[in-house]
């Protein structure tokens, strides 16, 4: 899962993308039931927290997996967390930011989720939207959306 990578108070007043990537493995083997997946994912994600400062790239040169053209050496499933509501307006001094949707037709994962909170004008919650990413020759559509609605 991505991370802000903004821990150094030195990067406080700086401009930029600073997101760090970190792994999660989780080990589905024995059937586990979904309690105990979801106690794995948070005990596993609160000790990636603390390697949060580790580049990812110094993570895979050291683990120095297989690499394959067709997939990604470490990632294959993303997901992220937007702190902020993507169809929002901000500003930053005398700019004003707008985000715009991109369609890149591309996956860098096997299955991507991004997905963040709503708000109404008066900032109250309004629920959560999301986007899924895949690539079409390890998922089907339809497998995909069964994904989705379960979600």
């Excluded at 083997?29 to 580790?54: F, H, I, K, W």
């Excluded at 053209?69 to 930053?92: C, E, G, K, M, Y």
Aim: charged share 20%; net charge negative.
């Amino acid at each position: 899962f991505p991370i802000a990578g903004r821990s150094d108070p030195a990067l406080e007043k700086l401009v930029g993308f600073f997101v760090n990537t970190l792994v999660l493995r989780v080990d589905l083997a024995g059937d586990p039931t979904m309690a105990e997946v979801l106690e794995q994912v948070r005990r596993r994600s609160l000790a990636a927290y603390e390697n949060q400062d580790v580049p990812f790239e110094l993570l895979v040169e050291h683990l120095n997996p297989t690499r394959s053209l067709s997939r990604h050496p470490l990632v294959q499933i993303l997901l992220s967390w937007q702190s902020n509501d993507p169809a929002s307006t901000f500003t930053l001094g005398d700019l004003h930011v707008t985000p715009l949707p991109v369609q890149t037709h591309s996956a860098r994962t096997d299955l991507s989720f991004s997905m963040s909170e709503r708000c109404t004008e008066s900032g109250a919650p309004a629920g959560i939207v999301g986007t899924v990413e895949y690539r079409t020759d390890v998922f089907e559509a339809s497998s995909v959306q069964i994904l989705v609605d379960r979600f």
